[in-house]
């Protein structure tokens, strides 16, 4: 007997789900860009910017692979929205402007290889 197993939501809720965080990205992206932003590329509001885009394609990356089936793939993919949190979390403790240089820094020192 393994009725101590628990059964998942069914493929209708996930998709509702999926749709709904879909369309509030969509609406999200549209906010933003009907502000006009125009923030300096060397503050840190700009490296805090650009983590905010990405983890944004990464959400739809994310709704992708569970629409797909790839659930587990779909997990891993949350831990980079995670660190995302924690850079921001940390740039933006203090230190604001010294933090985030040091973030580009190290980016563009791990993109060199």
């Not at 965080?21 to 906010?31: N, Q, V």
């Not at 831990?79 to 949190?85: E, G, M, N, P, S």
Request: with cysteine; charged share 25%.
């Amino acid at each position: 007997m393994i009725g101590w197993i628990q059964k998942g939501p069914d493929s209708e809720v996930i998709e509702a789900q999926i749709a709904s965080t879909l369309d509030s990205i969509e609406r999200l992206e549209r906010f933003l860009d009907g502000e006009k932003f125009i923030i300096a590329p060397s503050s840190h509001r700009g490296v805090i910017f650009a983590l905010f885009s990405k983890s944004l394609t990464v959400s739809r990356a994310v709704c992708c692979l569970i629409r797909s089936g790839f659930s587990e793939e779909a997990f891993g993919m949350l831990r980079t929205l995670a660190d995302f949190y924690f850079i921001v979390r940390y740039i933006s403790n203090k230190d604001t402007e010294a933090r985030s240089t040091r973030f580009v820094e190290f980016f563009a020192k791990d993109q060199e290889g």
